[in-house]
């Protein structure tokens, strides 16, 4: 943990999190300030439903601020060409990163045709449009070792991200999960946690053990109490200085 945090600037940890405004409800203020927020801290996206998008990429023109749909969410219980439609349609709309569901229930029941077409069909829309696309695995419903065959389909369909949960699901990321995607799909794919992080010390200890984004709606939080451990480890250091000057 402490390498982290002497390797990982406030900057670059903004710059993991993807700032997340899902739910079923709100009114149009809370998308506007959701892209303020994430255009004033500068986070790696917006990850919103498909009915925002539009939205997002205006209040975020100019900015680098990504603008990520959620699709096939939260169940994944659609079809391959339902995912595939929403898919095209929210690219259509201007989203540049794409998070979506697998079919749970079809992996449970031995359909990994169905997990293995719903992917690569996902990275074959994605690809020739430069769009950012990850698979979301809903860890909480799955044995180890359909984690382990979920992240090798998706390795080898060349997806850009295998990502633990939806935050709708009985549980969100662990640490244990996360380390498990890691090893199976190697240093070349991201890995994204999401679901259930709301502090600090829990980003730290996913990003310990291999994440490369963080899913929240409690980006800011994160970073501001980033900023003030860092601060204090400044001050900590100053002190030391002062008493050791050589």
Known sequence: ?????????????????????????????????????ARKYEFAMVAINPAEVETCVKLLEGSPVRVGAA????????????????????IA??????????????????????VKKEIEEMVAICRPAGVICKVILETCYLSDAE?????????????????TSTGFGTAGAT????????????????VK???????LDTALALIQVGATRIGTSSGIQIVEAYKELKKGLWRLIKVLLSKNPH
């Open 147 to 163: 984690k382990e065959t979920v992240c090798r389909i998706a390795k080898e369909a060349g997806v850009d991200f295998v990502k």
């Open 1 to 37: 943990m402490n390498e982290i945090i002497a390797n990982l600037s406030v900057k670059q940890l903004a710059g993991m999190i993807d700032h997340t405004f899902l739910k079923p409800f709100g009114t149009a203020e809370n998308i506007e300030k959701l892209c303020a927020e």
């Open 193 to 199: 946690a999401a679901g259930g992080i709301r502090d």
């Open 71 to 90: 699709i096939g969410f939260p169940l994944g219980q659609t079809t391959t060409e339902c995912k595939a439609f929403e898919t095209r349609d929210a």
């Open 175 to 190: 640490v244990e999960d996360v380390a498990l995607m890691r090893r199976v799909v190697g240093p070349e794919i991201g």
């Open 93 to 114: 709309k201007g989203a540049t990163e794409i998070d979506t569901v697998i079919n749970v229930r079809a992996l449970q029941k031995g359909r990994l045709d169905i």
